[in-house]
T-cell receptor, first 113, second 116 residues
Framework: QQQVKQSPQSLIVQKGGISIINCAYENTAFDYFPWYQQFPGKGPALLIAIRPDVSEKKEGRFTISFNKSAKQFSLHIMDSQPGDSATYFCAASNKDSNYQLIWGAGTKLIIKP | GAVVSQHPSWVICKSGTSVKIECRSLDFQATTMFWYRQFPKQSLMLMATSNEGSKATYEQGVEKDKFLINHASLTLSTLTVTSAHPEDSSFYIC????????????FGPGTRLTVL
């Protein structure tokens, strides 16, 4: 019940296209859903996060869509650029788990020029 | 703001030696720090959680005598890999959170450990 399932494992998108990565969770107590971006050999960096009281959050080209009833959330990268090529991780946390992040398996995104 | 540094960024050591990795929060006080391990092409695996001034809480399966964690101040936590072996080779990442938003973790750049 603590799992966060992420798909796809890898994704290739043309420059300028929309990249979409999906995550699903079981624990309805989760109340914080961040997305992290990680470049090779670097630590993850927080990209954008959402709480379950809103269905969408947008920051620049990055948007999180959140579907509470389906227990799913997704990351949309608009106008994808080669510099967006990285591994993306979704995660979830809540107070009951001492705010420990439960991680998805990651998605390797490649943006083709 | 919210910068976390790690030192060293990479280290190579001989089997049987000990290696210390430092994690510092540069512009905030970290009430809690986390240590993760990441294998190639895999997600982050939480090793332990440390709160300033108290003993670390280790995840199931992590040997606390092998991976010594000290969180001596609000800006510094250290991970010491004792008697390192080749199977300890990995990418170690720390993160820190302040008392302002318990959900938000700020990650260090990671330390690549290679044990020969």
């Amino acid at each position: 019940q603590q799992q966060v399932k992420q798909s796809p494992q890898s994704l290739i998108v043309q420059k300028g296209g929309i990249s979409i990565i999906n995550c699903a969770y079981e624990n309805t107590a989760f109340d914080y859903f961040p997305w992290y971006q990680q470049f090779p050999g670097k630590g993850p960096a927080l990209l954008i996060a959402i709480r379950p009281d809103v269905s969408e959050k947008k920051e620049g080209r990055f948007t999180i869509s959140f579907n509470k009833s389906a227990k799913q959330f997704s990351l949309h990268i608009m106008d994808s650029q080669p510099g967006d090529s990285a591994t993306y991780f979704c995660a979830a946390s809540n107070k009951d788990s001492n705010y420990q992040l439960i991680w998805g398996a990651g998605t390797k995104l490649i943006i083709k020029p | 703001g919210a910068v976390v540094s790690q030192h060293p960024s990479w280290v190579i050591c001989k089997s049987g030696t000990s290696v210390k990795i430092e994690c510092r929060s540069l512009d905030f006080q970290a009430t809690t720090m986390f240590w993760y391990r990441q294998f190639p092409k895999q997600s982050l695996m939480l090793m332990a959680t440390s709160n300033e001034g108290s003993k670390a809480t280790y995840e199931q399966g992590v040997e606390k005598d092998k991976f010594l964690i000290n969180h001596a101040s609000l800006t510094l936590s250290t991970l010491t890999v004792t008697s390192a072996h080749p199977e300890d080779s990995s990418f170690y990442i720390c993160s820190a959170r302040s008392g302002r938003d318990y959900n938000e973790q700020f990650f260090g750049p990671g330390t690549r450990l290679t044990v020969l």
